[in-house]
């Protein structure tokens, strides 16, 4: 078997568990209809980004909680990652935008090893019976991940950081969980 289709089938495999790991219920601390409305806010902006000209798309990951865009990944420029931020801005119903967009080169195995360390967090996730899983989103870039959602409280907030921060490859964390429930 040739070098290049043992790399595409490891990545395969690893794409496969990737997306099992990290898929989860929905989550129970946001109404169904928010969750709907993010959704639709997620899809403009990903549907915007492919249209535009300055931005890979495929480089930029896109997630939106309570209205609240959460730009992840690797771009090629510092023009890429501020179009991208003002794409996600110019969109309706978007009430903030968190720009985590680094500007560098990504390798395939640099990518894989993000879907592996964000695979990792996401099943000790899963595996703590103290944490509601689906209420946490996990996306890792370059090693530095953003846990993003909301818990019921502190000390969640505080262990899914620690669970992820004592993650093999993980450099730094950015956890933008909220605690509580929204206020409508």
Not at 25 to 41: E, H, N, W
Not at 118 to 147: E, F, P, R
């Amino acid at each position: 078997m040739s070098m290049k289709r043992v790399v595409v089938v490891a990545a395969g495999s690893v794409i496969g568990f990737g997306l099992l790991a990290l898929a989860g219920c929905a989550s129970s601390m946001v109404p169904k209809d928010t969750r709907q409305a993010d959704s639709a806010i997620t899809s403009v902006i990903q549907e915007s980004l492919q249209a535009n000209e300055k931005v890979k798309a495929r480089q930029v990951e896109v997630q939106t909680r309570e209205g609240v865009v959460f730009l992840t990944g690797v771009v090629d420029t510092e023009e890429a990652r501020r179009e991208a931020g003002r794409i996600a801005w110019r969109t309706q119903d978007v009430e903030g935008v968190v720009n985590e967009l680094t500007v560098g080169e990504r390798t395939v195995g640099s990518w894989l090893d993000d879907v592996m360390i964000s695979s990792k967090v996401k099943s000790k996730l899963i595996d703590n019976s103290n944490i509601k899983a689906g209420d946490i989103d996990v996306s890792s870039s370059q090693g530095v991940v953003t846990l993003i959602g909301r818990v019921s409280s502190e000390a969640i907030k505080s262990n899914a950081e620690r669970i992820a921060r004592d993650t093999s490859g993980v450099k730094d964390v950015n956890n933008e969980l909220t605690v509580g429930t929204k206020k409508f």
